[in-house]
């Protein structure tokens, strides 16, 4: 039963899997952060000296509109719902376009009594490795045959990201050392060997976690500097430097709480 609250998961709406599916209620929730904090000498005040966001749950509640005289379809529909929900992948939501967030663990509810056909059921989706909803499609700036220099951005969203970079060697010689500055992140790679025409990438996969690769080959190990490149929202100026000229493409994907 199509109504006007929709959650798919995967790329398949839960209201599509059977028509006697009804949507109730779905809870986008807000990222569970943890604060340590030291007191203040002085006799009032206390020092944050770490947040960290932990994991993000949402919860979608559904009812099955079917009459108890027929708990065989009952157990179907709901055995149905239970292998939509533990697929996992991207879940996205009819009133927040253009927004994703990647569930990594899923909770699905007891059955319970299904004579009892008033019942609802909640599935729990938990995000714990990037927990927030983020853009689905990234803010992105290019430059052609360029060499170093600033490169002035965008910073979507609301909560610290991370970059994704491409520099595509346009020199048809080989580019050794690679640098990006940006705000509180830098790398710095050395000996990563990109041929002509060959491709370095920096980026992160539903996992949140850095890769760099150059010419498909990982680099990981070549690089200095902090962990990643956070960024926070807003203008950002990166400044980038290359051995020889490519094209460079800057991305990031908003976050948002």
């Known amino acids: 039963m199509i109504l006007s609250k929709r959650v798919s998961l995967g790329g398949v709406q839960l209201d599509e899997l059977h028509e006697r599916v009804v949507v109730l209620g ?56 239970n292998a939509w929900a533990l697929k996992k992948g991207w879940l ?6 253009g927004k994703r967030v990647y569930i990594d663990k899923v909770t699905v509810p007891t059955s319970g009594d299904l004579w009892e056909w008033t019942n609802n059921y909640t599935i729990s989706f938990t995000a714990y490795n990037v927990p927030f909803w983020q853009d689905e499609n990234p803010t992105q700036t290019t430059r052609n045959l360029f060499t170093s220099g600033n490169v002035d951005i965008q910073v979507a969203g609301v909560v610290q990201t991370v970059l994704d970079v491409d520099f595509r060697n346009r020199s048809g010689m080989t580019i050794n050392n690679f640098t990006i500055n940006a705000g ?64 460079l493409t800057i991305r990031n994907y908003g976050r948002y709480v």
Do not use: C
Not at 189 to 194: H, K, Q, R, S, V
């Open 184 to 247: 509180r992140g830098s790398l710095y790679l050395t000996g990563i060997n990109l041929g002509g025409s060959a491709t370095l990438s920096i980026n992160h996969g539903t996992d949140g976690i850095l890769r760099i690769t150059a010419g498909g080959v990982s680099v990981l190990p070549k690089r200095t500097g902090l962990d990643d490149l956070y960024v926070e929202p807003g203008n950002l100026r990166v400044m980038v430097s290359a051995d020889r000229a490519g094209d």
């Open 92 to 97: 996205r939501v009819n009133w927040m376009p």
């Open 26 to 81: 779905i809870d986008p929730g807000t990222p569970n952060e943890s604060v340590q904090t030291i007191s203040r000498m002085g006799g009032s005040g206390q020092r944050v000296t770490l947040q960290h966001w932990e994991k993000l749950e949402i919860t979608v509640t559904y009812g099955i509109d079917v009459p108890k005289t027929n708990m065989i379809l009952r157990r179907q529909i709901f055995d149905m719902v």
